[in-house]
């Protein structure tokens, strides 16, 4: 196993034990492309997160990246994904802010006052995972 730099200069074309499925032979084409519009170093490969400055994942930064350009067109792999019903059900209901917060039981008219319980500010999905002081060292 070598970087993606040499494996790309070898001279004869990539090829697979098996055939590939026809979805992803037009993955594999897509795939191919990008490596080639790339400039790439001959140095040892590295992994970076592109939304972060320091290049290290973080579930913020994907949320983010997430919240952004959340339509039901790219949510689609998500339900598509074999991880528990429930959780793709969790994941679509944040995306689409429909979890049952403190503030969005409130505008429904619901019981409560809209204020998290812990620290008292306004209890949005946002506030929850990434806002809360206090629900960080709870
Ligand atoms: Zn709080």
């Keep these: 196993m070598g970087s993606v730099a040499q494996v790309c200069s ?17 993955d594999h084409g897509e795939l191919l492309a990008l490596i080639e519009s790339t400039t790439l170093s001959q140095g040892q490969d590295t992994v970076s997160w592109l939304l972060e400055e320091n290049g290290n994942y973080s579930v913020k930064s994907m949320y983010a990246r997430l919240s952004r ?13 074999k991880i528990p019903l429930k959780i793709r059900i969790f994941s679509w209901q944040l995306v689409l802010d429909r979890l049952p917060s403190s503030s969005n039981i409130l505008s429904r008219h619901g019981p409560g006052n ?3 319980a812990l620290c008292g500010e306004l209890e949005t999905a ?10 960080r060292f709870a």
């Design 10 to 26: 070898r001279v004869e074309p990539m090829r697979f034990r098996r055939q590939l499925p026809l979805d992803l032979t037009g």
């Design 69 to 81: 350009g959340a339509t039901i067109a790219h949510f689609k792999d998500v339900w598509a994904a």
């Design 114 to 116: 809209g204020k998290c």
């Design 126 to 135: 946002d506030h929850i995972f990434f806002g809360c002081s206090l629900a």
